[in-house]
């Protein structure tokens, strides 16, 4: 495998999706050293970011501490990648790798989810237009079944079996639009090192794949994602 720099390429960017308990942490960490161990200089980013001004007032929100219009905390939630969007592309451009533990597509389905009658996915989407578009993300899979042995919820907002059931069922459609985005499903109901073997797999096919002496290119609308391919 081709070290970063190396060239002049740039790096990869690279989105782990998924339910609550789909084992999105872990992976992400085994991710992180399996790009490291092939040569890659790596950063790790998780959205929300909860350390800046505005992600500090969405983890307040997530804890329940304060209250917010729906509208309101999706657009902080949006604010929350682009204030670090241009970090993301100056490091990818400078041939780091960038892994990023939820993205615009959990953006947009949990608070489609919250079924608004004024807050449709499209317009969930439409902040999200412009921001990188991940060279690849990886959507790890798991029954309701599977994540319920996995232990309860945390107390946050959203942990519950109504939003869990709709978040799944809004992946599918935001993944079947946005098509542009290459989208790999992992099922990840299975043990640790399986999920990992098919995820390095899948890294090392991507990291051919990429042309990476072309810059990142960036999420377009949901309808021009299905209608380009
Ligand atoms: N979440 C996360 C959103 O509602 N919108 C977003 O844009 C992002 C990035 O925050 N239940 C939700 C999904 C999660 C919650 O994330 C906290 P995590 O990865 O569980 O800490
Ligand atoms: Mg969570």
């Given at each position: 495998m081709v070290a970063n720099g190396a060239r002049g390429e740039r790096g990869v960017l690279i989105v782990v999706e998924g339910l609550d308990r789909a084992g999105k942490s872990s992976q992400c960490e085994y991710l992180r050293n399996f790009?490291?161990?092939?040569?890659?200089?790596?950063?790790?980013i998780r959205f929300p970011d909860r350390t800046t001004s505005i992600g500090k007032q969405i983890d307040s929100y997530l804890r329940g501490q304060s209250q917010l219009d729906d509208h309101s905390i999706h657009?902080?939630?949006?604010?929350?990648?682009?204030?670090?969007?241009?970090?993301?592309?100056?490091?990818?451009?400078?041939?780091?790798?960038?892994?990023i533990d939820r993205y615009s597509y959990s953006g947009a389905v949990y608070s489609a989810a919250k079924a608004n009658p004024?807050?449709?996915?499209e317009w969930a989407w439409s902040p999200e237009i412009?921001?990188?578009?991940?060279?690849?993300?990886?959507?790890?899979?798991?029954?309701?079944?599977?994540?319920?042995?996995?232990?309860?919820?945390?107390?946050?907002?959203?942990e519950?079996?109504?939003?869990?059931?709709?978040?799944?069922?809004?992946?599918?459609?935001?993944?079947?639009?946005?098509?542009?985005?290459?989208?790999?499903?992992?099922?990840?109901?299975?043990?640790l090192q399986e999920v990992s073997q098919d995820i390095s797999n899948i890294i090392t096919a991507c990291i051919t794949r990429v042309d990476?002496?072309?810059?990142?290119?960036?999420?377009?609308?949901?309808?021009?994602?299905?209608?380009?391919?």
């Open positions: 790009l490291v161990q092939s040569g890659h200089s790596v950063k790790y657009l902080l939630f949006s604010a929350n990648r682009w204030e670090l969007a241009q970090s993301i592309e100056s490091d990818v451009a400078s041939g780091t790798s960038v892994i004024s807050l449709s996915l412009g921001l990188p578009q991940p060279d690849l993300c990886l959507f790890l899979q798991i029954s309701p079944e599977e994540a319920a042995k996995r232990g309860g919820f945390g107390g946050e907002r959203y519950n079996e109504t939003m869990q059931v709709r978040v799944r069922e809004l992946f599918k459609t935001v993944f079947d639009l946005q098509r542009r985005a290459d989208v790999r499903t992992v099922d990840a109901g299975r043990p990476r002496t072309s810059p990142l290119q960036k999420l377009t609308s949901l309808s021009s994602g299905a209608m380009d391919s």
